[in-house]
């Protein structure tokens, strides 16, 4: 039992207010809601070790391969805000780093605080700005590209 109670609500919801435009993009994001929301209620229903930490390992994985198509698309299309995007991709990186170090220390009250409050907030913020000034860029490339 990891001691945090139920009564911790999950903050990963997308909605389509969240959309940058590009479906590639959209669809990973809601993925990556899922994810997290998947990992939040498993430890707050006490699923087990193992499945908490299979999942972390997945999302791990999968936030640094949407990470890699985002910073592909600005490299290859000369983002001008390249440098600020990566920043908070790596701010990012190093949350999860520490959410799986908590995890591993058995720190499940900080661990929902991380997911539920840091990690949520900074993954809407971060969708909500970032990644939609990212999506217009990428729409206007594109469309421009298909005139």
Request: hydrophobic share 35%.
């Amino acid at each position: 039992m990891y001691g945090t109670g139920k009564d911790v609500q999950c903050m990963f919801k997308w909605t389509p207010s969240l959309s940058v435009g590009v479906d590639v993009i959209d669809l990973q994001h809601q993925e990556l809601f899922m994810l997290f929301e998947g990992i939040s209620m498993d430890i707050q229903e006490y699923k087990g070790q193992e499945r908490v930490s299979k999942a972390l390992a997945f999302l791990d994985d999968y936030v640094r391969k949407h990470f890699s198509l985002e910073e592909k698309y600005m490299r290859v299309l000369k983002y001008p805000d390249y440098d600020s995007h990566m920043s908070e991709h790596k701010e990012f990186i190093e949350n999860l780093g520490a959410l799986r170090e908590h995890f591993e220390k058995g720190d499940m009250s900080t661990l929902i605080y991380e997911i539920t409050g840091v990690i949520s907030h900074w993954l809407v913020r971060h969708v909500a700005n970032t990644d939609k000034a990212l999506g217009s860029f990428l729409k206007d490339k594109m469309d421009n590209y298909y005139e």
